[in-house]
Nanobody
Framework: QLQASGGGLVQAGGSLRLSCAASGSISSISVMQWYRQAPGKQREWVATLTSRGSRNYADSVRGRFAISRDNANNTGYLQMNSLKPDDTAIYYC?????????WGQGTLVTVSS
């Protein structure tokens, strides 16, 4: 019901935009979030966007990443700029709609030095 895409291999300093498309069965999304899990590490929160437009970012990505959403297409985005090797991870999107939470399948981002 959530399809994440846009990952890939990029050099340090480069940019990628991740997408998270929600199926039509998911409506009234109140919160959209991105998480990531680096090899050998626990999953960590990256960014949040609420339905009111409030945005929050982890300290490690603030100023470099931007979360956004296209309500018409029920799709969320994570624009990632000035990428660093430490950003290498599988990125997951999550949405909260009504009383349910949905996770995407993850998309791999690899940043080479």
């Amino acid at each position: 019901q959530l399809q994440a895409s846009g990952g890939g291999l990029v050099q340090a300093g480069g940019s990628l935009r991740l997408s998270c498309a929600a199926s039509g069965s998911i409506s009234s999304i109140s919160v959209m979030q991105w998480y990531r899990q680096a090899p050998g590490k626990q999953r960590e929160w990256v960014a949040t966007l609420t339905s009111r437009g409030s945005r929050n970012y982890a300290d490690s990505v603030r100023g470099r990443f931007a979360i956004s959403r296209d309500n018409a297409n029920n799709t969320g985005y994570l624009q990632m700029n000035s990428l660093k090797p430490d950003d290498t991870a599988i990125y997951y999107c999550k949405v909260v709609a009504s009383t349910s939470a949905y996770w995407g399948q993850g998309t791999l981002v690899t940043v080479s030095s």
